[in-house]
C-alpha cells in the first residue's frame, strides 16, 4: 500500500480495504506530514516485491512475466533516486534502460535532441539538475548544461552497449538490470525515514546544528543509512553485526519522536583500534524499523534458503534456473571511514545491548 508518504507492505492477514480507510491516521502517527497533506494523500495498492525475500532465492527466479515485475521496480527505484548510486552506475543502467525500450542503437534516429527529450526518464532529476552558478556560466559562456552533457553520455553509453547486446533480447537485457542492482547491498531495501543529531567530537559547539535527514534502508542482509539531501551512504553494516533497541517516544507531540538505536563494532585511528560506535536515530517509523530489523535477523538464523528452494522445486521446476549462480557482491565501503563522515559519538567496546 503506497502514498507519497507512507509506503507498507502487506502481510496475508491484512485487508487493504480497512487499510485504506486508517491511512490519514496511520500517515498522521508514522510521518511528518501536515494536516494538508495527510488530506490530500491518497494510497494505492501495488503489487511489488516482498522486502523478506532473500537475494539468493530472486537470483534463481527465471518465469519471465517475474523477472518484468521486478525489473519495473528496480528501473522505480533507481530513476526515484532511491538508490545512492554514483553518476557512472546511473549511466550504465540509464542505457541498458534504453536498449529495453528503444532498441538498438541507430546512428541516424538516435542522435543528440532524442537522448535530451529522453534523459529525464533515464537519469534522475537529483542528477540531471545544475547549481545556480554552473547553469548561469554555461549561459554566459555557451558551454554545454549538465543535462546535455549527460545526454551525450548517455548517447555514447547506449551506442557501446548496442554492440555489446547484439541479439538486444528484451528478458536478457532486464536480467542484465536486475543482475547489475543486485551488486550492490542496498538492493531490495525498504526505506524509512530519520533523522540524526550532528555530533562534533574535537571542537566546542557554540549553535546548534539542525539534525540531519536520513533514510534508513534494511533489507534482508544489510542495514544502511543515507543523507536524504546528498544520497551519500553514511552507514553500511551487515545485519548480523549489529545490535539494536527500540524507545517509545515518552512524550506526545509534534517534535517527540520515538527512538532507534544500533550499535556496531568498527576500527578507528591510526592503531586500528577497536571502538564500538552507537548512533540514535529518531524517528516515527522507529516502530517499523525494529520490526523490520527483528523478522530479517530471526530470518538470518535459519536455514530460509534451502527450505524455499526445495518447497518451490516441488512445486514447479521451472520456477528456478539450475545454471544461476548468485552475483559478486561489492564490498561496501569501510564502516570505520564512513563513521568520520557522520562525526558519530564513539564509546570504547562494551556489552551489547
Same mark, same amino acid.
Given at each position: 500500500? !503506497?502514498?507519497?508518504?507512507?509506503?507498507?507492505?502487506?502481510?496475508?492477514?491484512?485487508?487493504?480495504?480497512?487499510?485504506?480507510?486508517?491511512?490519514?491516521? %496511520?500517515?498522521?502517527?508514522?510521518?511528518?506530514?501536515?494536516?494538508?497533506?495527510?488530506?490530500?494523500?491518497?494510497?494505492?495498492?501495488?503489487?511489488?516485491?516482498?522486502?523478506?525475500?532473500?537475494?539468493?532465492?530472486?537470483?534463481?527466479?527465471?518465469?519471465?512475466?517475474?523477472?518484468?515485475?521486478?525489473?519495473?521496480?528496480?528501473?522505480?527505484?533507481?530513476?526515484?533516486?532511491?538508490?545512492?548510486?554514483?553518476?557512472?552506475?546511473?549511466?550504465?543502467?540509464?542505457?541498458?534502460?534504453?536498449?529495453?525500450? $528503444?532498441?538498438?542503437?541507430?546512428?541516424?534516429?538516435?542522435? !543528440?535532441?532524442? %537522448?535530451?527529450?529522453?534523459?529525464?526518464?533515464?537519469?534522475?532529476?537529483?542528477?540531471?539538475?545544475?547549481?545556480?552558478?554552473?547553469?548561469?556560466?554555461?549561459?554566459?559562456?555557451?558551454?554545454?548544461?549538465?543535462?546535455?552533457?549527460?545526454?551525450?553520455? !548517455?548517447?555514447?553509453?547506449?551506442?557501446?552497449?548496442?554492440?555489446?547486446?547484439?541479439?538486444?533480447?528484451?528478458?536478457?537485457?532486464?536480467?542484465?538490470?536486475?543482475?547489475?542492482?543486485?551488486?550492490?547491498?542496498?538492493?531490495?531495501?525498504?526505506?524509512? =525515514? /530519520?533523522?540524526?543529531?550532528?555530533?562534533?567530537?574535537?571542537?566546542? $559547539?557554540?549553535?546548534?546544528?539542525?539534525?540531519?535527514?536520513?533514510?534508513? /534502508?534494511?533489507?534482508?542482509?544489510?542495514?544502511? #543509512?543515507?543523507?536524504?539531501?546528498?544520497?551519500?551512504?553514511?552507514?553500511?553494516?551487515?545485519?548480523?553485526?549489529?545490535?539494536?533497541?527500540?524507545?517509545?517516544?515518552?512524550?506526545?507531540?509534534?517534535?517527540?519522536?520515538?527512538?532507534?538505536?544500533?550499535?556496531?563494532?568498527?576500527?578507528?585511528?591510526?592503531?586500528?583500534?577497536?571502538?564500538?560506535?552507537?548512533?540514535?536515530?529518531?524517528?516515527?517509523?522507529?516502530? #517499523?524499523?525494529?520490526?523490520?530489523?527483528?523478522?530479517?535477523?530471526?530470518?538470518?538464523? #535459519?536455514?530460509?534458503?534451502?527450505?524455499? =528452494?526445495?518447497?518451490?522445486?516441488?512445486?514447479?521446476?521451472?520456477?528456478?534456473?539450475?545454471?544461476?549462480?548468485?552475483?559478486?557482491?561489492?564490498?561496501?565501503?569501510?564502516?570505520?571511514?564512513?563513521?568520520?563522515?557522520?562525526?558519530?559519538?564513539?564509546?570504547?567496546?562494551?556489552?551489547?545491548?
Amino acid at each position: 500500500l !503506497l502514498g507519497y508518504f507512507l509506503e507498507i507492505q502487506l502481510k496475508g492477514r491484512h485487508k487493504p480495504c480497512e487499510l485504506k480507510k486508517k491511512w490519514k491516521a %496511520m500517515v498522521a502517527k508514522f510521518t511528518k506530514a501536515s494536516v494538508l497533506e495527510i488530506e490530500t494523500d491518497e494510497p494505492i495498492l501495488s503489487f511489488q516485491r516482498n522486502c523478506f525475500l532473500p537475494i539468493k532465492i530472486e537470483e534463481l527466479i527465471a518465469q519471465s512475466k517475474v523477472v518484468k515485475l521486478l525489473y519495473f521496480e528496480a528501473v522505480s527505484n533507481v530513476n526515484r533516486h532511491r538508490y545512492p548510486l554514483s553518476e557512472d552506475d546511473f549511466l550504465y543502467l540509464g542505457a541498458l534502460q534504453c536498449l529495453v525500450e $528503444v532498441g538498438r542503437f541507430e546512428t541516424a534516429e538516435h542522435n !543528440l535532441d532524442f %537522448m535530451l527529450r529522453r534523459v529525464q526518464s533515464y537519469i534522475p532529476y537529483q542528477i540531471r539538475k545544475s547549481t545556480w552558478s554552473t547553469a548561469a556560466s554555461a549561459k554566459m559562456f555557451r558551454t554545454r548544461t549538465k543535462a546535455q552533457k549527460l545526454a551525450i553520455s !548517455l548517447r555514447d553509453k547506449y551506442k557501446s552497449m548496442s554492440d555489446s547486446y547484439p541479439t538486444a533480447d528484451v528478458s536478457a537485457l532486464m536480467m542484465s538490470y536486475l543482475k547489475y542492482c543486485r551488486h550492490f547491498d542496498f538492493y531490495g531495501s525498504v526505506f524509512f =525515514k /530519520g533523522q540524526v543529531e550532528h555530533v562534533d567530537q574535537h571542537k566546542a $559547539v557554540i549553535i546548534d546544528r539542525p539534525d540531519r535527514n536520513v533514510r534508513i /534502508g534494511i533489507n534482508h542482509d544489510h542495514f544502511h #543509512m543515507i543523507d536524504s539531501i546528498t544520497n551519500e551512504i553514511l552507514v553500511a553494516v551487515p545485519l548480523n553485526e549489529i545490535n539494536w533497541k527500540y524507545c517509545e517516544a515518552t512524550k506526545e507531540g509534534t517534535h517527540c519522536f520515538s527512538s532507534f538505536f544500533i550499535e556496531y563494532d568498527c576500527e578507528e585511528g591510526v592503531c586500528n583500534q577497536k571502538i564500538c560506535s552507537q548512533i540514535q536515530i529518531y524517528s516515527r517509523q522507529a516502530a #517499523m524499523m525494529d520490526a523490520m530489523v527483528y523478522r530479517c535477523a530471526n530470518n538470518l538464523h #535459519m536455514d530460509v534458503f534451502d527450505k524455499l =528452494k526445495k518447497a518451490c522445486e516441488e512445486a514447479g521446476a521451472a520456477t528456478f534456473a539450475s545454471e544461476a549462480k548468485p552475483a559478486t557482491k561489492k564490498a561496501p565501503p569501510a564502516v570505520g571511514v564512513l563513521k568520520k563522515k557522520m562525526s558519530l559519538q564513539s564509546f570504547p567496546l562494551c556489552e551489547p545491548m
